[in-house]
């Protein structure tokens, strides 16, 4: 008695006919494609990568974009989740008589945000930074040797030391176009307890930042946090990054965006930290190292967490450039 008919077949993932626009009949109630299924499967990340290999994943444990299951498969110019949500909304309305709300405000079709990870603005920081800290190894002092011997050679060079102090002129640029973007800030740096040495090399308790922070707050643009290297590891450590920075900032933090992308690894367990810790918004899943949907879908959403069986309250904003 069923008014649309979907059948359960947990091998479905890609439906190439509708992504070809070669259904034989796209009016159908009956639907011999797992939609379902495949939707969990993909934002779930329960599609397999680079065939299981371990080299799937970089030293960031990021999934690589060659190896990951849209490549393999041809299909990562496409935010699958999305040609099924639209397909489902379409029997929706034409069998059920359903009329969904709008995705966007104002009849829009999409919508793009601007962000940036506030890396390495002050371009001597990693020159003024100690070399040695408590419980460093070996992989540490040579990795920061090499960075600041790479920082003294960039100074020499060009010795001018605001070139990296660019935040007026990114808002002045963007403000030309309507746009008020995101800066992601990191307070912890790599000396920093609790820091590692992949960490930014600044700190944000240096004067200089406060005038930034008023000037972005009095323009309408927005501060978030760029959660630290090996964050991950507890709520409490984004507790206690999200409150420094709203100390610092005198503002209300309300997203973040994790360094290198570094979510560790459980990303889910991580993404359920940040709903914990009172983020609205997350930003950290996507490709490094090419364009397409880490997750499959180009949409905000709110990922699921297994454990648990409940949706995960911090919003997904998708990266996919």
């Given at each position: ?6 059948v359960?077949n947990e091998?479905?993932v890609i439906w190439?006919e509708l992504?070809n626009k070669n ?12 939609l379902?299924?495949?939707?969990g499967r993909?934002l779930?990340?329960k ?9 799937s ?12 299951f849209?490549?393999?498969n041809g ?14 909304k379409?029997l929706?309305q034409i069998?059920l008589?359903?009329e ?12 793009i945000?601007?962000s940036?990870?506030?890396?390495n603005?002050?371009?001597?920081s990693?020159?003024?930074a100690?070399?040695l ?7 540490a ?5 090499i960075?600041?011997m ?6 020499l060079r060009?010795?001018d ?7 007026d002129?990114v808002?002045?640029?963007e ?5 008020k ?10 000396y920093k ?7 930014v090399?600044?700190?944000?308790a240096d ?8 000037s972005?707050?009095?323009?309408g643009?927005?501060i978030g946090?760029?959660?630290g290297?090996n964050?991950f ?8 990054e999200k409150?420094?920075l709203e100390?610092?900032?005198q ?16 990303p ?5 930290y ?13 490709f490094n ?5 880490r997750?499959?879908t ?10 648990k ?5 911090t919003?997904q904003l998708?990266?996919?450039?």
């Amino acid at each position: 008695k069923a008014r649309i008919r979907i059948v359960l077949n947990e091998s479905d993932v890609i439906w190439r006919e509708l992504l070809n626009k070669n259904l034989p009949n796209r009016d159908s109630a009956d639907i011999q494609f797992d939609l379902i299924g495949a939707i969990g499967r993909l934002l779930w990340d329960k599609v397999g990568h680079g065939g299981g290999s371990g080299s799937s994943f970089d030293v960031h444990q990021r999934l690589r974009q060659p190896m990951s299951f849209q490549s393999i498969n041809g299909v990562s110019e496409y935010p699958l989740v999305d040609y099924y949500v639209t397909h489902l909304k379409y029997l929706f309305q034409i069998h059920l008589g359903i009329e969904p709300y709008s995705r966007w405000p104002k009849g829009k079709k999409f919508a793009i945000g601007l962000s940036h990870d506030v890396d390495n603005p002050m371009k001597t920081s990693i020159l003024k930074a100690p070399l040695l800290y408590r419980g460093m190894n070996k992989s540490a002092l040579r990795y920061l040797s090499i960075k600041k011997m790479k920082g003294l050679i960039r100074y020499l060079r060009y010795p001018d030391p605001e070139e990296f102090w660019v935040f007026d002129k990114v808002m002045s640029e963007e403000a030309k176009y309507g746009f008020k973007s995101t800066s992601f800030f990191a307070p912890t740096h790599y000396y920093k307890e609790h820091g590692a040495y992949r960490d930014v090399p600044y700190d944000l308790a240096d004067s200089k930042f406060k005038p930034v922070f008023k000037s972005m707050i009095d323009a309408g643009f927005e501060i978030g946090l760029h959660a630290g290297y090996n964050s991950f590891q507890s709520v409490d450590l984004f507790r206690a990054e999200k409150e420094r920075l709203e100390e610092l900032a005198q503002v209300e933090v309300k997203g973040l965006r994790h360094h290198y992308w570094h979510l560790g690894p459980n990303p889910e367990q991580t993404l359920d930290y940040h709903s914990q810790a009172g983020f609205l918004y997350d930003s950290s899943l996507g490709f490094n190292d090419g364009l397409g949907f880490r997750r499959n879908t180009a949409s905000p959403y709110y990922p699921w967490l297994p454990s648990k069986n409940n949706e995960i309250k911090t919003l997904q904003l998708p990266v996919f450039c």
